[in-house]
């Protein structure tokens, strides 16, 4: 596959991860939104936070996607998988990820960009670490890719006003 066609594939699933954030932020969750793909680009979970309608601390989109996918899936099929998130995953999220064998990660904006929006909010104590920083402890060759400069905006703009 010519890279330009798995780029627009890959910001294609971005975008619907902006929305999936949109409907997070209406539903009085906190903006982020993940999906996971099967090697086939069948869209098979789509996920937003659920962290405070749910009063859970582990609710962040991807950690609940890659739970769900794991009750539903073996770890062989999730290994084909791509995990798509409008923010890099946290330190948490990435260690679910992983645990979970999803072999790739692809994302919008990066944490550091997020540690930008979210500044000190107690509500999301923003690591300024890279999933790569901890995956490269580990013994399973995940793919990162991402950030994606031409979504990063929209990314962000879903974030817009929420964080004071």
């Known amino acids: 596959m010519e890279v330009s066609k798995i780029k627009k594939d890959h910001l294609y699933y971005l975008k619907r991860c902006i929305e999936i954030s949109k409907q997070a932020k209406k539903n009085g969750n906190t903006p982020f939104g993940a999906l996971l793909v099967d090697d086939a680009g069948n869209i098979l979970f789509e996920q937003e936070n659920i ?3 749910e009063h859970i601390c582990t ?3 991807e950690t609940t996607l890659a739970a769900r996918a794991s009750k539903k ?5 999730l290994w084909g998988c791509t995990l798509y998130t409008t ?11 992983y645990w ?6 692809v994302f919008g904006m990066t944490e550091r960009r997020l540690l930008e929006l979210t500044g000190n909010n107690p509500q999301n104590p923003t690591f300024d670490l890279p999933a790569e920083a901890i995956l490269v402890h580990g013994q399973k060759d995940i793919k990162v890719i991402g950030p994606f400069s031409e979504i990063e905006e929209a990314i962000a703009n879903v974030h817009e006003g929420y964080w004071k």
């Open 100 to 105: 979970g064998n999803i072999g790739t990660i």
């Open 73 to 77: 899936y073996s770890k062989d099929f």
């Open 87 to 97: 923010a890099e995953p946290c330190a948490m999220c990435t260690g679910t990820i």
């Open 51 to 53: 962290e405070i309608t």
């Open 59 to 61: 609710g962040h989109a």
